[in-house]
């Protein structure tokens, strides 16, 4: 079984900073790609940032140049870090991995919990 764990969420003022983790853990043999979502109310999930093992990270056109994904293999972590909010950016954010669990060679889907982010003044 794996879990993922997020983090760091909370209440921020327009054009401020967060620094959202996802930890996983569990039966982990490699996590080959790694996710942030998100969900607004009324809104569906969109993927906001992505990394793929050995791969640059990809971004939703309407995060580029203000959110950064980053990934430490070492510590199953993965990073959402969030500059220059802004209100629409205000959403639960879910963290998303495919993680090949040991001693099977297939590839599973895992989500977190979410975490509320929230953008108002």
């Known amino acids: 079984q794996v879990q993922l764990v997020e983090s760091g969420g909370g209440l921020v003022q327009p054009g401020g900073s967060l620094r959202l983790s996802c930890a996983a853990s569990?039966?982990?043999?490699?996590?080959?790609?790694s996710n942030w979502y998100r969900q607004a109310p009324g809104k569906e999930r969109e993927l906001v940032a992505g990394?793929?093992?050995?791969?640059?990270?990809n971004y939703a056109d309407s995060v580029k140049g203000r959110f950064t994904i980053s990934r430490d293999n070492a510590k199953n972590t993965v990073y959402l870090q969030m500059n220059s909010l802004k209100p629409e950016d205000t959403a639960v954010y879910y963290c998303n991995a495919a993680v090949q669990p040991m001693g099977t060679p297939h590839t599973y889907d895992y989500w977190g919990q979410g975490t509320q982010v929230t953008v108002s003044s």
């Open positions: 569990g039966n982990i043999f490699i996590i080959f790609a």
């Open positions: 990394i793929v093992r050995g791969k640059s990270p």
